[in-house]
């Protein structure tokens, strides 16, 4: 499983959320298979359901809180409001927060039909419990796509290619691993143009007042010409993580 | 999307459907740990099919767009020594995982035998085999590669 190399500390919350993760996602799939494939055998179908109990919730708590461990070490919070809460986010805790409710709705039918089951009922009972738990299997799989591909997030079309030209301030930015040095930290108000340089070992970007260049990959570099008001503005490179390690700055516009 | 996020999701989302067929695997050998009776062992047997469709659909699929995407993303390179231990231990948990398959094929095979025949209660000979320590220790050194590839792949030694 190829990922991007992230800031140290992160590497322990991701291992046990994808642990986690997993661990949800399997037994998911045992319980569906074992509920829908039983064929009437109460011993299957309790399988099925205490698969849900046993495996299921503890590592849905095992990914949740990991998950929010993440969120805290990656400094969501402190990101502008523009940058904050990506569609691939949301899905994520969308999935594992509506997902969770559910899982628990799932719970306590299949629980309530598993106690019927000593006098030959509940069946119907499992089997929403059984949809609940495909249900929630489909969403785990929209998740993993979610938060592994990032969709619109990190190829913003709001950069462009540009010389500077004569009126504009031109900003050269080297970016690495984990920081920024840019060739001023004050610039005049007006159009400005930073010609960004990956000379680090995985993609970054450059994101300032509300606009950004592409991922640029290692070696390779990238314009942006934005026309800047006075004031401090805030950059820093929107990959998860990356401005919790260091890569974020302000910028003093005269 | 660009393509390299498009092969990066599927990547995962094979990683994804392996790791959780094992751990589907894994609650189905438990059950079958306690289960000597000929109708329950082949309800199993049903049930661990999807999870062998789920890992045999995983093996592949995560090292060949793992592979393609250490060739296209210039940081890394297919020789990096992570990437590497990565495809030792996908090899091995190959093998041992295929070869827990021919185990756990002898308790299905002895069920529909003796289904066959009409017995479908219990039955000392299905109990022994659906306790297979073989199998066991093939199917436990194919998950503990499968989780060190997972640990090396977030930590990445030398990258």
Redo the contacts between chains.
Sequence with gaps: ???A??PAGQ?FP??LH??G???V??????SA??LA???G?V??LR?GYF?LLF?ALPGWILMRLSGEWIYRKQQWDDVPEQLRDPTWLRIGFGVADWGGLLFLVGLLVGGIAIRRLRHGEGSGLLKVTMGITIVLAIG??VA??AM????NYG?TASAQAAAPTASATAVSVSASEFKFVLSTTSVPAGETVFTVVNRG???HNFWIDGNATPLI???KSATLRVTLDAGRLMYMCTVPGHAAAGMKGSLTVR | MSFQDWLFSFHLLFAATLVGGLVMSWIVIVALFSTNAVAETLGFVRVARIANVAILLGLPGTIALGIWLAILRPEFHPWDGWIIAAIVLWAIATAAVLRSFVEYRKPAAKARELAAAGRLGASDVLATLNRTRTGLIFRAVGSVAIVLIVIDMIYKPGA
């Design positions: 499983m190829l990922a190399i992230r590497d991701v291992l994808i642990v993760a997993t661990i996602f399997g037994s998911l799939l045992a298979g074992s494939l039983a064929r055998q011993r299957i399988i698969s495996v785990y799989v993993v796509w592994t591909g990032k969709p190829t070992k995985v993609a990959a290692p070696g």
